[in-house]
């Protein structure tokens, strides 16, 4: 089994900080580094979002316009964990935020589109106070 589950959300207010982390367990692990990992967010009523992709085997960093420069993604193939440091956060980041694993076939490409990724943690919330 394949399991992907987030942690580090809840209430911050605007201008604030929070590091969301999402730990692998099951196949997954065996090659952590080779998985693009991504991160997205879904607000209520809206679509769920592309925020941040880490590209495998160090194939480099990609962010939304809207969290670039605030956002940064990183992963602790060790940990077997990647991670979401968000910075200056904004209310209307509020949202709830979930990590994903990429198929391993799309090799980085459409990193940005939720469809090529195949398992998915839970989500944890993230709400931004004004």
């Avoid at 925020?51 to 194939?59: E, H, K, L, R, T």
């Avoid at 077997?80 to 198929?103: H, R």
């Avoid at 195949?118 to 106070?129: F, M, N, Y």
């Amino acid at each position: 089994q394949v399991q992907l589950v987030e942690s580090g959300g809840g209430l911050v207010q605007a201008g604030g900080s929070l590091r969301l982390s999402c730990a692998a367990s099951g196949r997954i692990i065996s090659t952590f580094s080779s998985y693009t990992m991504g991160w997205f967010r879904q607000a209520p009523g809206q679509e769920r979002e592309f925020v941040a992709a880490d590209i495998w085997s160090g194939g480099g960093t990609y962010y939304a316009d809207s969290v670039k420069g605030r956002f940064t993604i990183s992963r602790d193939n060790a940990k077997n964990t990647v991670y979401l440091q968000m910075n200056s956060l904004k209310p209307e980041d509020t949202a709830v935020y979930s990590c994903a694993a990429q198929v391993q076939s799309w090799r980085g490409s459409a990193y940005s589109n939720s469809r090529s990724y195949g398992v998915w943690g839970q989500g944890t919330q993230v709400t931004v106070s004004s």
